[in-house]
T-cell receptor
Framework: DGGITQSPKYLFRKEGQNVTLSCEQN?????MYWYRQDPGQGLRLIYY???????QKGDIAEGYSVSREKKESFPLTVTSAQKNPTAFYLC??????????????FGEGSRLTVL | QQQVKQSPQSLIVQKGGISIINCAYE??????FPWYQQFPGKGPALLIA?????SEKKEGRFTISFNKSAKQFSLHIMDSQPGDSATYFC?????????FGTGTRLQVFP
């Protein structure tokens, strides 16, 4: 079945450690996105990528990094510079970002807890 | 200008009742307004969407009402069911990004 796979589903990290969240899609979508979800704040865009080897900062990119070496993969690294990393992270994709129709397909998320 | 304001934050409805969630925006360049539904522990999924050239769109028990002059749009869930209990997000877009509202947690009691 086509879809978006995020891993791990749950992750615990000690302060000062970097952690990488995986996102893979087999929908052949061009665009991929990372959102952060916190209670009462909705979904906030961290980074997005329209094509391979290119990505742009979203609204809350500080303390995060991404790469897009393959069309199907868009990993997110939460660095030690992120002040409050405990959150639910969602990866999404869309067919094309040249004209966003709002039809994002989301993974099931990764819940990161910093101890 | 890029914000989408959503209300209420939470909503409790009796089974069979009507659930209404409202959103407002400022940026008149927005041209696509989707609603997403999210169940606990899952990612959001597209529920229904509308473009500003129509004032209403209905899919089953779900209806979007759109008021372009007031820059507001709302989701109506008719005959609400316990299975509709979820968090609902409105959103708006005009380029390559989607701006989400803060979400409404809907609980439908039998």
């Amino acid at each position: 079945d086509g879809g978006i796979t995020q891993s791990p589903k749950y992750l615990f990290r000690k302060e000062g450690q970097n952690v990488t969240l995986s996102c893979e899609q087999n929908l052949n979508h061009d665009a991929m996105y990372w959102y952060r979800q916190d209670p009462g704040q909705g979904l906030r865009l961290i980074y997005y990528s329209q094509i391979v080897n290119d990505f742009q900062k979203g609204d809350i990119a500080e303390g995060y990094s991404v790469s897009r070496e393959k069309k199907e993969s868009f990993p997110l690294t939460v660095t030690s510079a992120q002040k409050n990393p405990t959150a639910f992270y969602l990866c999404a994709s869309s067919i094309s970002s040249s004209k966003n129709t709002g039809e994002l397909f989301f993974g099931e998320g990764s819940r990161l807890t910093v101890l | 200008q890029q914000q989408v304001k959503q209300s209420p934050q939470s909503l409790i409805v009796q089974k069979g009742g009507i659930s209404i969630i409202n959103c407002a925006y400022e940026n008149t360049a927005f041209d696509y307004f989707p609603w997403y539904q999210q169940f606990p522990g899952k990612g959001p999924a597209l529920l229904i969407a509308i473009r500003p050239d129509v004032s209403e769109k209905k899919e089953g028990r779900f209806t979007i009402s759109f008021n372009k002059s007031a820059k507001q749009f709302s989701l109506h869930i008719m005959d609400s069911q316990p299975g509709d209990s979820a968090t609902y997000f409105c959103a708006a877009s005009n380029t390559d990004k989607l701006i989400f509202g803060t979400g409404t947690r809907l609980q439908v009691f039998p």
